[in-house]
């Protein structure tokens, strides 16, 4: 039996077909296989005991054709090189197929931040920033949250920079707490982003009302899809989360649901509403599926039983390639992660801009801005669909591989 492939393999392998598709410059494609610069540094930090410890962090660039590096930093025990490259990678093609003046990285630690205190997670954010100073900057690299990092990671790593240039620099991460710099928005727009390209998708398939919508996951991504559907008029009849799913076929109200998992810690249980468990979930006869939880959830076991007319990917990962060829075979419009959760760096360009310029802008102006970006580069890939008589997830890759080798072309970088 073959090996399976680790993430960075499998980006290649994805790559590769792409390539095939578009007749991809040969030279471009080999550069394109690595990536540009690869940085590890040991973080020695103290804890709390006053025992040291030394850490292993990585940042790493793919490709900067089109603009900056962009993308999060991680920190989780699994953290490894591979993976980090992997995600670097995707970043390249998701600033690209949204048409953001960006290029893409990542960063991680490998650390266990739940065993970590907040003082010894505050000195090892400032040691990894303090090691990584040279290859980040508004204009070189600008780092966002990932998994276990958030708001406050943001602003140690841009006040550590900013003491280090000797002058405020907002502009050096993005998803930074409103205060010191944040965008309006930045909060909703992955679930917001992905329930208009859902939105569009239902528009271009003609379905009539009532539109129905199932969320597995109901974090950050997956309670503005819930929300934000509700606002439209869609019917949330199921959610779920990590303990199990609720349904409701009369439709739930998203703010009530989270209100009682505030109380309990779970969506389980909710009073009106019949307990599920997330398989029962994906299969649910819906017209709209939200995964927004983990990777690999939809695979060859349950893609045949899918029901749901339009699959957009809030989580990164959700299909697996088999599960995408059943899908494709059966009619069912996969808008892709990179294009359907791509509402979050959509909106941390928008702060960048923003940080930049030293311009405010409304709730209102952000998700305007935030429209027009998601439809026109649903757009985008649906033309190429339809064209190409492709799925939508290889479509996406044509245009984001299609825009980088491009901007290569055009700056020397391969002649
Ligand atoms: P989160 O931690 O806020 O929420 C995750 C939710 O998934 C929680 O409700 C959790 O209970 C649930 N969950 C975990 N394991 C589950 C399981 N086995 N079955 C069902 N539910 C499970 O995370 P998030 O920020 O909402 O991110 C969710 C996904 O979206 C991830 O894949 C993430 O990489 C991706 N994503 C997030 C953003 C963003 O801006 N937050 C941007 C792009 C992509």
């Known amino acids: 039996m073959a090996a399976e492939l680790n993430p960075y393999q499998m980006a290649v392998k994805q790559l590769e077909h792409v390539a095939r598709l578009i007749d991809l410059d040969t030279g471009i494609l080999e550069i394109l296989k690595k990536p540009k610069r690869e940085i590890i540094v040991h973080l020695p930090v103290k804890m709390d005991t006053g025992e040291i410890k030394v850490f292993t962090g990585y940042r790493v660039h793919h490709n900067d054709a089109r603009g900056p590096f962009k993308g999060g930093i991680r920190y989780h025990p699994n953290v490894n090189l ?4 992997a995600l670097a990678m995707w970043m390249t093609w ?9 290029g893409g990285a990542k960063g991680g630690v490998t650390c266990n931040p739940k065993e970590m205190s907040r003082g010894e997670l505050e000195r090892l954010t400032r040691r990894y920033t303090y090691a990584i100073r040279e290859f980040i900057g508004p204009y070189v690299d600008i780092p966002a949250p990932d998994v276990y990092t958030n708001p406050q990671t943001m602003a140690w790593i841009a006040d550590t920079y900013s003491g280090l240039q000797g002058r405020w ?3 050096v991460v993005t998803a930074k707490p409103i205060e010191i710099g944040g965008s309006q928005g930045r909060t909703e727009a992955t679930g917001l982003g992905t329930m208009i390209t859902a939105r569009e998708a239902v528009k271009k398939l003609g379905l009539s009302k009532p539109i129905t919508v199932a969320v597995q996951g109901f974090g ?10 509700h606002q439209w008029g869609y019917k949330v009849v199921a959610v779920s989360d990590s ?3 609720i349904y409701n ?9 989270m209100e009682h998992k505030r109380k309990t810690r779970s969506v389980v249980g909710y009073p009106g509403a019949r307990n599920i468990s997330n398989e029962e979930l994906l299969e649910l006869d819906v017209t ?3 995964p927004a939880a983990i990777e690999g959830v939809i695979t060859e076991k349950n893609a045949d039983k899918i029901k749901a007319k339009v699959i957009s990917e809030g989580a990164n990962g959700p299909t697996t390639p ?12 996969v808008v892709p992660d990179i294009l359907a959760n791509a509402g979050g760096v959509t909106c941390s360009y928008f702060e960048w801009v923003q940080a930049l310029t030293r311009e405010w802008w409304t709730k209102e102006e952000v998700f305007q801005k935030l429209e027009n970006k998601m439809v026109k580069a649903f757009e985008e890939v649906y033309k190429i669909y339809k064209e190409r008589n492709v799925d939508m997830r290889t479509a996406a890759y044509i245009i984001a591989v299609s825009r980088v080798a491009r901007a290569m072309q055009l700056r020397g970088i391969w002649p």
């Open 322 to 333: 088999e599960a995408d060829k059943i899908l494709h075979e059966k009619g069912i419009v």
């Open 288 to 290: 709209i599926l939200v």
């Open 249 to 257: 076929p009369d439709g739930l109200n998203p703010e009530a649901v």
């Open 220 to 229: 950050n991504v997956g309670y503005y899809a819930a929300y934000f559907s």
């Open 94 to 102: 998701k600033t690209s197929v949204m048409d953001l003046p960006y």
């Open 243 to 245: 303990k199990g799913g």
């Open 169 to 171: 620099e907002p502009g």
């Open 82 to 85: 591979d993976e980090v490259r």
